[in-house]
């Protein structure tokens, strides 16, 4: 597995932000209607792209939330090579890079309800800062 760091306007990363979107839309279900799907607007900063036999099959976004704050956006496995380390690798890259922008901490927001996620990052040293209903903001001290 190699990663790159990519722009926000590269195809290979605007279409696996649209499947991560397609993929929010159909997990939340009656909820979609919450769910934006990606735009400029985000003012994402950074993103990478996780490839194996070069063929992208995941990514990950940083944007600055506040000053010493980052926050990691879109972390995106495709479902064939999930439960493989990937999201682990996505996540340190974003940390790393987050420590050379003089952030201290790593916010990020998601919800409960996707189980899996919310264990990758637990396990990644993210804690549960706030909670309403089934939406999560997650915190890690870099």
Avoid at 1 to 21: A, G, H
Avoid at 27 to 43: A, C, I, P, Q, V
Avoid at 112 to 134: C, D, K, M, N, W
Wanted: a positive charge; hydrophobic letters at 40%; charged letters at 25%.
């Amino acid at each position: 597995m190699k990663i790159y760091s990519m722009n926000t306007t590269d195809l290979c990363v605007l279409q696996l932000f649209s499947e991560y979107d397609d993929y929010m839309i159909h997990f939340l279900g009656d909820d979609k209607k919450y769910y934006t799907r990606y735009s400029k607007n985000e003012h994402i900063e950074k993103a990478w792209v996780a490839y194996v036999d070069n063929l992208p099959i995941g990514c990950i976004a940083f944007r600055r939330k506040a000053v010493g704050v980052g926050e990691v956006k879109r972390l995106f496995i495709r479902e064939e090579y999930r439960s493989r380390g990937i999201s682990r690798v996505l996540l340190k890259t974003v940390a790393d890079f987050a420590k050379k922008q003089d952030c201290h901490t790593l916010f990020l927001d998601t919800r409960i309800t996707l189980h899996p996620a919310v264990s990758i990052y637990q396990a990644f040293g993210f804690r549960v800062v706030f909670q309403e209903g089934a939406y999560i903001q997650m915190e890690k001290e870099l």
